[in-house]
């Protein structure tokens, strides 16, 4: 029989017998600021489509939850980091080589504005809100006027936080998993998808749900695509995609990949949604807490079985 | 200048002496190393071959781990050795995960660390990195790629070498005779 025999005598923790640096709170991030790019992506867009009152839910109310989502994966990813004191050198520079250097300025960026965009909103909720002092209301009434110039600034950059989300990933040609351009359509179409989800989940107009769930079902039916050719690409290229794959066809990561992510987190609420729209009577909550679920599984499983798929030598 | 190590797979027994001179050297915390021997044994047994190496960064011309540091703090130095500079470390992991050859780690105090081919405390001074200077077979060679009469440049012109997965685009500047 043939052999090859690697051992190494190196034994670093997080390092080796693979690596193992990353753990819940860039998996949770991801999932958190692709939900947020993916609902304040929506607002945006029917916003400048001038439809904002046909889809209430997803320009007024969905996006207040953003704030929320990006200052806990803003804490996901602070806990993350070992040399926490020294955070604030990410901001003394833009690194445009580095997807961790633009993404950190990326969410510089979203997070206020989902901050603003919420505060432009805080009347759905408390309807006699009143923001007392005048300078407030001044710059209340200055968004207000340029609410379509920020929502272009809004759109833009929402769909730069969703891509990015899967580049950070995608850059390390080190993680053959990882290596592959589809992995930033893929985040951000499994954002898009969340955040519609998100919208479907506590929208109660009836046209805003059918239409949301219909916008779904076409990106569920994208991520499916990409994940394919994700797959088609690893098989035809070299060994050590070859080897990246098996970890989903066969490999350890097999049953939570197909079962999670694909069946429960894709077919199965799509298949869900289509009875919806088709007049059966489903639990409305069903199909979208599990794009969600889906969404934040799909991140854990790829952040985890990257770590594990390496260059042998 | 480009600093460059070439290490001799033929003479090197895996001993570990690089390792525990690194270790000491470079006050390395216990349960780390910066460098490590690996062995490789391939073939059909009866015949079967073993390759010893001892590994550390590679200090690749064209590395991963620079390219992706959000904050500069992994650089490179005069003469390409790659370096991290402690008080721009977040400790984000980027770096660690980018390395296909797994060099780095994380610094029980928070920052990233690994080889710095004891450019600071022993090359600047003129001496040989501490692994090259204690190696009982003499297996290793350090020096300046770009002047033709140094160790590693004559060594290198001399003998066949390999370079660790040069696929991946690193361009290391650790050589490996075989």
């Given at each position: 029989m043939k052999e090859e025999l690697i051992t190494s005598g190196r034994m670093n923790p997080y390092i080796d017998p693979h690596l193992n640096i990353w753990h819940w709170q860039i998996p949770l991030y991801l999932f958190l600021g692709g939900l947020a790019a993916g609902i304040l992506f929506f607002a945006a867009l029917y916003t400048i489509q001038g439809k904002a009152d046909k889809y209430p839910t997803a320009v007024k109310?969905?996006?207040?939850?953003t704030p929320f989502a990006l200052v806990l994966g803003l804490i996901a990813l602070f806990l993350d980091l070992k040399h926490k004191l020294y955070f604030w050198q990410l901001y003394t520079t833009l690194r445009l080589e580095s997807p961790m250097s633009w993404g950190a300025w990326t969410l510089m960026v979203v997070t206020p504005l989902s901050f603003v965009w919420s505060a432009l909103n805080i009347r759905q909720i408390f309807?006699?809100?009143?923001?007392?002092?005048s300078w407030v209301k001044n710059i209340e009434a200055f968004f207000r006027k340029n609410i379509i110039t920020l929502s272009w600034i809004l759109l833009i950059f929402s769909l730069i936080l969703g891509v990015y989300t899967g580049i950070l990933f995608s850059a390390f040609n080190a993680r053959p998993l990882w290596n592959t351009s589809i992995l930033g359509p893929l985040f951000l179409a499994s954002g898009l998808s969340a955040g519609a989800a998100a919208i479907v989940l506590i929208s109660k107009n009836h046209f805003e749900r059918k239409q949301m769930a219909k916008i779904d079902l076409i990106i569920i039916g994208v991520e499916l695509f990409l994940i394919i050719h994700m797959f088609m690409g690893f098989l035809a290229s070299t060994q050590v995609q070859i080897d990246a794959a098996s970890l989903f066809l066969g490999g350890p990561y097999t049953t939570p990949f197909w079962l999670?992510?694909?069946?429960?987190?894709?077919v199965v609420p799509a298949v869900l949604e289509i009875l919806e729209l088709n007049g059966y009577r489903m639990p409305r909550w069903l199909a979208p807490v599990l794009i969600l679920f889906g969404s934040l599984m799909l991140r854990f499983i790829i952040a985890y079985a990257g770590q594990e798929s390496r260059w042998l030598y | 200048m480009r600093y460059a190590m070439a290490i001799d797979t033929k003479k090197c027994v895996g001993c570990s002496d690089c390792v525990v001179a690194c270790q000491t050297e470079n006050n390395?915390?216990?349960?780390?190393?910066r460098d490590w021997i690996v062995e490789v044994t391939d073939g059909t047994y009866p015949q079967l071959e073993i390759e010893l190496r001892s590994e550390?960064?590679?200090?690749?011309?064209?590395?991963p781990c620079v390219r992706c540091c959000p904050t500069g703090a992994s650089h490179y130095e005069d003469g390409g050795a790659v370096l991290v500079t402690p008080d721009k470390c977040i400790g984000c992991g980027a770096c660690i995960t980018s390395c296909p050859y797994d060099a780095r780690y994380s610094h029980p105090d928070g920052y990233v660390d690994k080889c710095t081919?004891?450019?600071?405390?022993r090359v600047k001074k003129g001496e040989d990195p501490a692994c090259v200077s204690v190696c009982p077979t003499k297996c290793m060679y350090f020096g300046d790629l770009d002047d033709l009469n140094s160790d590693v440049s004559q060594v290198l012109k001399k003998r066949k070498w390999k370079t660790l997965i040069p696929e991946a685009g690193t361009k290391p500047h650790v050589y490996y005779l075989i």
């Open positions: 109310i969905a996006p207040l939850i309807p006699n809100w009143d923001w007392r002092y999670f992510v694909v069946t429960l987190g894709m | 390395v915390p216990i349960g780390y190393c550390r960064c590679n200090h690749c011309e064209n590395a081919f004891c450019l600071d405390n």
